[in-house]
Nanobody, 115 residues
């Protein structure tokens, strides 16, 4: 059993920045791949960014150059640094841990980008 606790969401103006955090209940990064997903009202959930247990990174095209996923193994925490935010980034953001068919999810944190 893995618990994921997310924080850092909020309201920000276009062009602003936020950093999301996902704290895991135990040390998992050498086994699990980690990712951030987002879902806007009326839209499908989409994968935003991943970091594998081996450290490989991947991003959806719409956030490349603006978002950065990272991890701090000592704190069992994954971060998503979001810069140059746009209104279309508005969504609930979810943290995910994956190992084979095993999946764990955070509760979600709201990000709203509005002028």
């Amino acid at each position: 059993q893995v618990q994921l606790v997310e924080s850092g969401g909020g309201l920000v103006q276009p062009g602003g920045s936020l950093r999301l955090s996902c704290a895991a209940s135990t040390s998992i990064f050498r086994i699990y791949d980690m990712g951030w997903y987002r879902q806007a009202p009326g839209k499908q959930r989409e994968l935003v960014a991943t970091i594998t247990q081996g450290g490989s990174l991947n991003y959806v095209d719409s956030v490349k150059g603006r978002f950065t996923i990272s991890r701090d193994a000592a704190k069992n925490t994954v971060h998503l640094q979001m810069n140059s935010l746009k209104p279309e980034d508005t969504a609930v953001y979810y943290c995910n841990a994956a190992w084979g068919i095993v999946r764990y999810w955070g509760q979600g944190t709201q990000v709203t980008v509005s002028s």
